[in-house]
Nanobody
Framework: QVQLVESGGGLVQPGGSLRLSCAAS????????MGWYRQAPGKQRELVAI???????NYRESVKGRFTISRDNAKNTVYLQMNSLKPEDTAVYSC?????????WGQGTQVTVSS
């Protein structure tokens, strides 16, 4: 099993930046694909970015060029650097770890973009 703990959320003004972290424990972190998802009130959860165990990345179109996902296998941590934040980025951001079709979730961290 994998335990995931997110941190780094908060309130930021439009155009600002935040870096989310997701610390993993309990299994071989480097073998997992890691993803960041978000869910805004009244909306379905959506994939924001993913990084495979080989380091390949993919992003949803609306965050390309603004968000960067990265991982540090030595620290068992995945990051989401978010720049040029917009009000529509407001959501609960959750970390996901997946391997062989089995996924684990963190509890989520709130990101609010507002002036």
């Amino acid at each position: 099993q994998v335990q995931l703990v997110e941190s780094g959320g908060g309130l930021v003004q439009p155009g600002g930046s935040l870096r989310l972290s997701c610390a993993a424990s309990g299994s071989i972190f480097s073998s997992y694909s890691m993803g960041w998802y978000r869910q805004a009130p009244g909306k379905q959860r959506e994939l924001v970015a993913i990084i495979t165990n080989g380091g390949r990345t993919n992003y949803r179109e609306s965050v390309k060029g603004r968000f960067t996902i990265s991982r540090d296998n030595a620290k068992n941590t995945v990051y989401l650097q978010m720049n040029s934040l917009k009000p529509e980025d407001t959501a609960v951001y959750s970390c996901n770890a997946e391997r062989y079709g089995v996924g684990y979730w963190g509890q989520g961290t709130q990101v609010t973009v507002s002036s």
